[in-house]
Nanobody, 127 residues
Framework: QLQLVESGGGLVQPGGSLRLSCAGS????????IGWFRQAPGKEREGVSCISNSDDSTHYADSVKGRFTISRDSAKNTVYLQMNSLKPEDTAVYYC????????????????????WGQGTQVTVSS
């Protein structure tokens, strides 16, 4: 069974940091582009950051550029999202998703749709 499992969410004060993990189970993430998305209450889901599998090129939404960093650890079959200088507006459920590398166009654009999704992890930024 192919699964993505997110972890690392929690409650943090403004200005704080969290590192989210997206672990692959049943498949090797090296063959997939990985994206992080988030959805806040009452808002549409938005793309946060993506990483390709071909050259590990990355893309960030303007709202997180300079604060978030996406990376992958092939040995652990895991993709991370390091989130620094967190703001209350970063509060959301964060999801990771995977798509075969051949269907990834860069800049978080895909040929059809993201194939696999995790269950989500809650991030709350509040004092």
């Amino acid at each position: 069974q192919l699964q993505l499992v997110e972890s690392g969410g929690g409650l943090v004060q403004p200005g704080g940091s969290l590192r989210l993990s997206c672990a692959g189970s049943g498949f090797t993430l090296d063959y997939y582009a990985i994206g992080w998305f988030r959805q806040a209450p009452g808002k549409e889901r938005e793309g946060v950051s993506c990483i390709s599998n071909s050259d590990d090129s990355t893309h960030y939404a303007d709202s997180v550029k300079g604060r978030f960093t996406i990376s992958r650890d092939s040995a652990k079959n895991t993709v991370y999202l390091q989130m620094n200088s967190l703001k209350p507006e970063d509060t959301a459920v964060y999801y990771c998703a995977a798509v075969p590398g051949g269907h990834y166009y860069g800049d978080c654009r895909v040929r059809y749709a993201w194939n696999y999704w995790g269950q989500g992890t809650q991030v709350t930024v509040s004092s």
